[in-house]
């Protein structure tokens, strides 16, 4: 399977294979809408507004997660795609800043999406020696895969500081904005793409199977 890519003046176009693809948790499940709501209530207990610039600069940070995050579901065609890629042996990782009894926690309700993934890395564990923005976390994640080209590797991120971790590790990344996030990062470098839901990814532009009709 080949991928592509372009540089940010559009003028250069890429060809590497695709080894592998990372997912970062909160990205995969609807988690960042429950942090979103808890931020903003502890907020208002004191006067205050999580504005869209405030929820751009946590994201991706290493952060405190409730026992709520339990009922998090997939967001939209997370299933199909992680399946769709499973199913044609193309190695897929979850990288999560979390630590592993957070994961856990959110990890609880949907055992079956995450066991069909070839690695999971958190941000405790021993090579992630510094959080996003620093490679860490992917880096620790592309050596289970016994370390590829890393422009072989696609990056699925929601957050600007996972950006840029994915980006410091030489990654292609394609950004799923949150769309308050987007409004305010529209310029931001370092992706190849952005969509707005994986309902949206083309698999045909980076010459990925298609779809079956069953999937």
């Known amino acids: 399977m080949k991928a592509f890519y372009t540089t ?17 948790n909160k990205f995969i499940l609807s988690v ?3 942090i979103n709501k808890l931020l903003a209530e502890i907020l208002n207990r004191y006067g205050k507004t999580y504005t869209s610039e405030l929820k751009s600069l946590s994201m991706g ?9 339990i009922s998090v579901k997939p967001l939209p065609g997370v299933v199909r795609l992680i399946m769709h890629l499973k199913e044609n042996k193309i190695p897929i990782a979850v ?17 079956d999406l995450f066991k069909m993934f070839d690695s999971i890395t958190c941000g405790d564990d021993p090579d ?9 976390l992917f880096l620790s994640s592309w050596k ?27 990654m292609n990344v394609i950004w799923v904005p949150d769309p308050s996030i987007r409004e305010i990062n529209s310029n931001i470098s370092g992706i190849i793409e952005v969509i707005p839901s994986l309902e949206n990814f083309d698999l045909a532009k980076y010459r990925l199977p298609p779809y079956s009709s069953i999937t």
């Not at 992630?128 to 860490?136: E, F, I, R």
């Open 61 to 69: 940070l290493r952060q405190y997660e409730s026992t709520k995050f």
């Open 32 to 34: 960042n809408l429950i």
């Open 144 to 170: 289970n895969f016994n370390s590829p080209p890393l422009n072989q590797c696609l990056v699925f991120e929601d957050s600007i500081n996972g950006i840029h971790a994915a980006f410091n590790a030489k």
């Open 95 to 111: 990288a999560t800043s979390s630590s592993h009894d957070n994961f856990i926690i959110k990890f609880y309700n949907n055992q």
């Open 128 to 136: 992630v020696k510094n959080g996003k923005l620093a490679p860490d």
């Open 8 to 24: 940010d003046d559009d003028t250069k176009r890429i060809y590497s294979e695709i080894t592998c693809n990372y997912f970062q």
